[in-house]
T-cell receptor, first 117, second 116 residues
Framework: GAVVSQHPSWVICKSGTSVKIECRSL??????MFWYRQFPKQSLMLMAT?????????EQGVEKDKFLINHASLTLSTLTVTSAHPEDSSFYIC?????????????FGQGTRLTVV | AQSVTQLDSHVSVSEGTPVLLRCNYS??????LFWYVQHPNKGLQLLLK??????LVKGINGFEAEFKKSETSFHLTKPSAHMSDAAEYFC??????????????FGTGTRLQVTL
């Protein structure tokens, strides 16, 4: 099946610094990618929809200036957590669907565990 | 609007016994339905999906699910649980014809515990 690769798988950073997470579709082109946040023992919460070549669409309550999304190519979307604080510590997951059909499933990255100290 | 309800937050079974994870959905259009599994600190892996070709869908690792429109259900089953099945399971719905930009709606998840 298709592969979505996410990097890094875990990161520890100091409060006030920024962290970039990459999401790549390895064997298909993704015009749209999705970024999720998952709190411990909870479901995935959609943060934003990343659109290649245009601005991301953020869900209500998600700070655009804090969670910067860039989708500069058809195979790469990045999420930058700016001025990170301990409350930003979470598991972040990206996903993408193969274009060109209906009913296609989403493929997920491995996730990134962010810890802000 | 669409929504998913996973009726059990936690299910515990003995190894070798059947597994039943329940999911009910609500959708105002033809839905796509999926079951995903997530192991700790990992991404999600697709178990199976409903494509409307057949109401009984077979997936990986011996899992299957039956789409019942009259009951708006898509329960996940497996005849015999294995220790490696212990994980978090998510039932997911999306608009079938909305294309690749359509959002997925996740259930709250069911944690499956398998005991010896």
């Amino acid at each position: 099946g298709a592969v979505v690769s996410q990097h890094p798988s875990w990161v520890i950073c100091k409060s006030g610094t920024s962290v970039k997470i990459e999401c790549r579709s390895l064997d298909f082109q993704a015009t749209t990618m999705f970024w999720y946040r998952q709190f411990p023992k909870q479901s995935l919460m959609l943060m934003a929809t990343s659109n290649e070549g245009s601005k991301a669409t953020y869900e209500q309550g998600v700070e655009k200036d804090k969670f910067l999304i860039n989708h500069a190519s058809l195979t790469l979307s990045t999420l930058t957590v700016t001025s990170a604080h301990p409350e930003d510590s979470s598991f972040y997951i990206c996903s993408a669907r193969i274009p060109g059909g209906v009913n296609t499933e989403a493929f997920f990255g491995q996730g990134t565990r962010l810890t802000v100290v | 609007a669409q929504s998913v309800t996973q009726l059990d937050s936690h299910v515990s079974v003995s190894e070798g016994t059947p597994v039943l994870l329940r999911c009910n959905y609500s959708s105002s259009y033809s839905p796509s339905l999926f079951w995903y599994v997530q192991h700790p600190n990992k991404g999600l892996q697709l178990l199976l999906k409903y494509t409307s070709a057949a109401t009984l869908v077979k997936g990986i690792n011996g899992f299957e699910a039956e789409f019942k429109k009259s009951e708006t259900s898509f329960h996940l089953t497996k005849p015999s649980a294995h220790m490696s099945d212990a994980a978090e399971y998510f039932c997911v719905v999306s608009d079938k014809y909305a294309g690749t930009a359509s959002k997925l709606t996740f259930g709250t998840g069911t944690r499956l515990q398998v005991t010896l």
